[in-house]
């Protein structure tokens, strides 16, 4: 079988990390193989479009680190994590009752534009040859504190506010340049709020020219290498 070059995107599940996906997907061909990429890291606990590169397709890839992307949020207000998800340990709480709806959407509307972002400490960005995340998990300082990034958020607006749980959530949208972390977004927007957040969900509808359920694979389909096959050649 011939071996193709270019691109495709998946609706990465939730639970599985971007590599995991990369080296499932090498398994499947075992008499060639396949060089792989992605453009742009999903956390674990995330869903959504992933771009993957084959072969000479990997050498696009910068194109959609760079592009900009658009995401979903359900974060959960009074409480907030280590990790800014669920899946971190709760390390604050704050008030709720004062936050409406429409207060909400009063302090989102500082965070268009370019805004000063400081990143997760669970996060794959470097620090002196480590990833930050490894910092974490075995409980070390940082060789120096985590500065401040100047990130692009080109809109965002909130698309639901539920009060009828423990803990009120809201669900935004976002559209942001490079390097922008929706975790310490949801974080940044709890703290302005006078309260605090994490993320429960997260999901990336669109990267580029890719647009989830419109030009992804779902995961199951990745199974079969003609799928993939296929769709490298629609892109």
Known sequence: MMIPHGLFAINKPRGLSSVTILNKIKKLQTKNKLKLGHGGTLDPLASGVLVIGVNDGCKRLQEYINCNKTYEAIGILGL????????????????????????????????????????????????????????????????????????????LSL??????????????????GRGTYIRSLVHDIGKELGSAAYVVEL??????????????????????????FEALNKN
Not at 93 to 98: A, D, L, S
Request: with cysteine; hydrophobic share 30%; charged share 25%.
């Open 80 to 155: 907030a994590t280590d990790t800014y998800d669920s899946e971190g340990k709760i390390i604050a709480t704050g008030p709720t009752k004062h936050i409406t709806k429409e207060y909400i959407s009063q302090i989102i509307s500082k965070f268009t534009g370019d805004i000063m972002q400081v990143p997760p400490l669970y996060s794959a960005l470097r620090m002196e040859g480590r990833r930050l995340y490894e910092y974490a998990r075995e409980g070390l300082s940082l060789p120096k504190d985590l500065q401040p990034r100047s990130v692009r958020i080109n809109s």
């Open 203 to 228: 999901i990336r509808i669109q990267q580029g020219n890719f647009i989830l359920k419109e030009n992804t694979l779902e995961w199951d389909e990745c199974s079969n290498l003609n799928n993939i």
């Open 159 to 176: 698309l639901n506010f539920m009060t009828n749980a423990s803990y009120p959530t809201f669900k935004i949208r976002v559209e942001c």
